[in-house]
């Protein structure tokens, strides 16, 4: 019987992708499809880690409110984070672009942005491909990044017992959409502006994630892209563990709140649901919280949230001090990278 | 002032960003934009190639009459035949899907096809990204080969007196298509088998490109994606020299000189400026072109066809016994990879 992968889920789709394309044993690759980025081994003790990730107009941005420079900058930074969410530096890139009829008259503009956040991050732009297409606008990044293979982190090595931390406000990028989408944002200026900042132009934390690996001390690792709940959820299917998080503890921002109240939307959905953060989310067994915490403090001046830990069983759950509930993939509802 | 980028040719897109992503002189980056692949230091000897295709439905590729398992193996081909062009063994691949809508149907046989194609060239898939467009239907496919430093073929090694050479029959891919637009090629089977195939299901020169590089016998090399007068002009113009190609040494099948009567085309059109053949197109120094003919027959039982040389000046020209015309960047008119 012919199998057919109509009405299939993105997950469906990648178990079917990694069971149809299997590495034979001897294999260069390190880690394939299922983590942040691809490992391939480069040479005696050195990776090349590789992501990439399709955003097409209207579904994953809206040139709408999104300035095109902040658009270059931001499709340079989903990838970047990537790179940081297993403790690479970002080394090289690809850039993809499709468009209906001529160049739009806000490629510089574009081209600019996404020019900056490579420099900014040490990455050279090393080739692309730019094609008409019949309707959409899209654009695909690739980023090719390098760790020391001893100190990549993986999603797949949380053990019972750690602390889960995440690196940031959660859901600030969310309610900085949900901001643009109401009209309220007006050009990004004003009392919102961090919410405005987080969706429009998201910093990847590149620097974090490679004193986070080097560390040695973080069991797993991964971006927030598709919102705490789903993200959390994957570094448990992967870890075969289950998490519990504590609601009181989920680091929310002030306007972040305040926005919340504007639009009338519960707090605890950005926080949980929502996607594009970009935070890193990583565990730490409890006897390195307090040495984490400080060279994390030291290296960078930054604090990170612990929000939980890891349990026996499967799933994520939330607590507070009523009840406890399954929370597992409740994440943002966008197709995302082969990355689950 | 503001510099504008709408109604930009490709060209002048990828000069444009030539110019604004420079690279260091420290930089591991051998070869950025402007080859078929970029060239990246692997290790002390070895260099990874990378390339990306974006293919677009309705612009690039249509379902209404390509086999989806045949789709799959296009997509995979072309992007093989960038890493044969410098005399590459790929190694890994990406993929990268958008659709309006949930999965279709025929993505199984889709896969199954890459699948097929990528086994044939010992390369592994480690990751990609499925995602929702708007409209349109656009696969993105991302390969990293490999090769020896000092064997990679660029194409600016040409130099005058240079023979000029293709791996096979030109035109066959544009009579293909030329079938399957006019309704003729019924199914693929028939009388046009090897134009239909041509262009549903192109083989990437992969064996030979290797043989031509190892061999260190050749100057220059690519492959032709939009059609010789375009490709050997990229060469041309990288080398900073000029070709004249011989008319009636252009290498054209039988099927396609009967298709062209039915259809009632120029066959030299199709030959010239067809674009989407894969075939490699090489220069060698004449004192070497026996030697490299003998290994080709003797290690692939291929022939190879010489076209013409290598000349002083700029341009491609086309001559015969009555005249001699230029045709430079006359080929198939849809935008590329970065690579010219």
Request: include cysteine; charge should be negative; proline fraction near 4%.
């Amino acid at each position: 019987m012919k199998k057919d992968t109509s009405n299939k889920s993105e997950r469906d789709i990648i178990k079917y992708i990694s069971n149809l394309f299997r590495f034979p044993a001897d294999s260069p690759v390190i880690n394939g499809i299922g983590d942040d980025c691809a490992v391939l081994r480069k040479d005696g003790k050195s990776c090349f880690l590789v992501t990439t990730d399709t955003l097409v107009e209207s579904v994953h941005f809206e040139l709408a409110w999104h300035p095109p420079f902040l658009l270059g900058r931001k499709t340079g930074a989903v990838n970047l984070s990537d790179i940081a969410a297993m403790g690479g530096q970002p080394r090289f890139a690809l850039l993809n672009m499709a468009f209906p009829g001529s160049a739009p008259s806000w490629l510089d503009d574009f081209l600019a942005g996404f020019h900056e956040i490579l420099q900014e991050y040490g990455t050279l732009l090393v080739g692309g491909d730019t094609v008409k297409s019949s309707n959409d606008l899209s654009i695909t990044v690739t980023i090719i990044g390098e760790a020391a293979e001893d100190i990549i982190c993986y999603r797949s090595g949380a053990v019972k017992d750690d602390l889960v931390f995440v690196s940031g406000f959660l859901g600030d990028a969310a309610a900085g959409l949900a901001l643009c989408q109401s009209g309220l944002s007006s050009h990004g200026l004003g009392q919102w502006q961090q919410l405005i900042k987080a969706h429009l132009d998201p910093q990847p934390q590149v620097q974090l994630g490679k004193i986070l690996a080097e560390s040695g001390l973080v069991h797993a690792m991964m971006d927030i892209s598709d919102g705490l709940a789903t993200d959390l959820a994957h570094i448990c299917a992967e870890s075969g563990t289950a998490a519990e998080v504590i609601k009181e503890d989920l680091p929310v921002s002030g306007q972040m709140t305040a926005a919340a109240g504007k639009l009338e939307k519960p707090v605890l959905d950005w926080a949980l649901k929502g996607g594009e953060d970009y935070q890193l989310l990583f565990t730490v067994s409890p006897d390195h919280e307090e040495d984490l915490c400080n060279l994390v403090h030291e290296k960078t001046g930054q604090q990170i949230f612990c929000i939980g830990k890891i349990i026996e069983g499967q799933g994520v759950f939330l607590s507070d001090t009523l009840q406890r509930e399954e929370v597992s993939f409740q994440g943002y509802d966008h197709f995302t990278a082969w990355k689950s």
